[in-house]
């Protein structure tokens, strides 16, 4: 069977190109021959059954067009692209820092105001050199140890000698540290962009659960007013042993000088 060339503008591709049914020769050219007693191989000037050679359909550009691209597709370019400047990591990704709020839950002990703390805290993720930092905020009044909680380092992640990396965060998971969880709850705007980018979908947020004795110090503590200082029991403890001395002259009889003692808690 033979199949036409001519795909009337179809991609020489297969089940693209159409049989001849009438054709009914099918031998091949003849391309030895003898010339004064000499072997010679003539190149074919038609096909396999009488049929157009590829190479006649083509044109000398696209021939010569194909000539060109061979080496290329075989061997590659021969131009090559411009090398980028190399720049290494710690200055590519300097001053470049994921942000994490997070918080941890510290059981109390022998305490009758409070069973556990919610102590919330800060992860810090250098990319320069995948080291990482907690930091607890600073309450006022709180009476804890609070401010660099760890200084920064690489986190072990476990017993054979690795430490957590970017790709190990994420909101809503547990990053258990020198055995303490911190739940990660919230992060910045820039660490999500970075995490998108580097193909990781982020978990929602989550609320941080509120510190039970925190709350309660938060609420109104009742008042005690202090009893008026006109109070009559009030003058006892305060003016006990103060005394007016006073000094009076008498014109009955003759002169007389007579002193006057008043105590000031007895009026």
Not at 220 to 225: A, F, G, I, L
Request: hydrophobic share 30%; with cysteine; proline share 7%.
């Amino acid at each position: 069977m033979s199949w036409s060339l001519n795909n009337h503008g179809l991609p020489f591709l297969p089940g693209y190109a159409f049989r001849d049914v009438t054709k009914s020769s099918f031998h091949r050219p003849q391309t030895l021959d003898f010339k004064n007693g000499f072997r010679l191989a003539r190149r074919p000037t038609v096909g396999i059954g009488q049929d157009p050679l590829v190479s006649e359909q083509l044109t000398q550009q696209e021939i010569s067009e194909l000539c060109f691209q061979t080496p290329d597709v075989t061997y590659g370019s021969s131009h090559q692209a411009a090398c980028e400047d190399f720049i290494p990591a710690h200055v590519a990704l300097d001053k470049k820092v994921l942000c994490y709020d997070a918080y941890f839950v510290e059981d109390i002990l022998y305490s009758p105001e409070e069973e556990y703390r919610v102590r919330p805290v800060v992860i810090y993720y250098y990319l320069e050199d995948d080291t990482m930092c907690i930091i607890e905020p600073t309450v006022a009044g709180s009476g804890l140890w609070q401010g660099m909680r760890l200084k920064r380092q690489h986190f072990p992640k476990n017993e054979r000698g690795e430490h957590y990396l970017w790709k190990d965060l994420n909101l809503g998971v547990d990053l258990e540290v020198y055995g303490v969880k911190y739940h990660i709850t919230h992060c910045d705007a820039f660490t999500q962009k970075f995490m998108e980018s580097e193909g990781i979908i982020l978990n929602d947020p989550e609320p941080v659960p509120v510190d039970p004795y925190s709350k309660r110090r938060s609420l109104p503590q009742p008042q005690y007013t202090p009893p008026s200082t006109s109070d009559h029991m009030h003058q006892f403890p305060t003016t006990d042993g103060e005394m007016l001395y006073d000094s009076l002259i008498t014109m009955k009889g003759g002169t007389s000088i007579i002193h006057w003692l008043s105590y000031i808690n007895s009026f």
